[in-house]
Nanobody, 118 residues
Framework: QVQLVESGGGLVQPGGSLRLSCVAS????????MGWYRQAPGKQRDLVATITAFSTSNYADSVKGRFTISRDNAKNTVYLQMNSLKPEDTAVYYC????????????WGKGTLVTVSS
C-alpha cells in the first residue's frame, strides 16, 4: 500500500523560505513521477512542480525561479525548496505520486499548510 507523508509546512514571513518534504512508501516509488500541488482556500488544486524518475522537472509559471523540486530515490523522498515566498503562496501543499501508466492509480498525501504572512 502506498503512503505519502508530507512535512515542513508552517508560518513564514513574506520573502522567507521553507522546505517541504514528502516520504513515500510502497510499490515502484522510484520509477514514478513525483510532484507538489497546492490548494488555496476557495480555489482548485493546482500544479506547483513535478519531477520524473530521471529528475526532469517542470514548474508552474508562478513559482519558476523561486521554487526548486528535487528527489532522493534512495530515501523515496521528494523535496520542495521554496524561496522568496509571497502571501499568494499560502495554501495547503499536497505531495503526489504519479501513475505508472494507463489504468494505474495516482496517490496523494494529506497535505501540509504553508502560510505566508507578516
Amino acid at each position: 500500500q502506498v503512503q505519502l507523508v508530507e512535512s515542513g509546512g508552517g508560518l513564514v514571513q513574506p520573502g522567507g523560505s521553507l522546505r517541504l518534504s514528502c516520504v513515500a512508501s510502497g510499490r515502484a516509488v522510484n520509477i514514478r513521477t513525483m510532484g507538489w500541488y497546492r490548494q488555496a482556500p476557495g480555489k482548485q488544486r493546482d500544479l506547483v512542480a513535478t519531477i520524473t524518475a530521471f529528475s526532469t522537472s517542470n514548474y508552474a509559471d508562478s513559482v519558476k525561479g523561486r521554487f526548486t523540486i528535487s528527489r532522493d530515490n534512495a530515501k523515496n523522498t521528494v523535496y520542495l525548496q521554496m524561496n522568496s515566498l509571497k502571501p499568494e503562496d499560502t495554501a495547503v501543499y499536497y505531495c503526489n505520486l504519479g501513475r505508472l501508466g494507463p489504468g494505474d492509480m495516482e496517490y496523494w498525501g494529506k497535505g501540509t499548510l504553508v502560510t505566508v504572512s507578516s
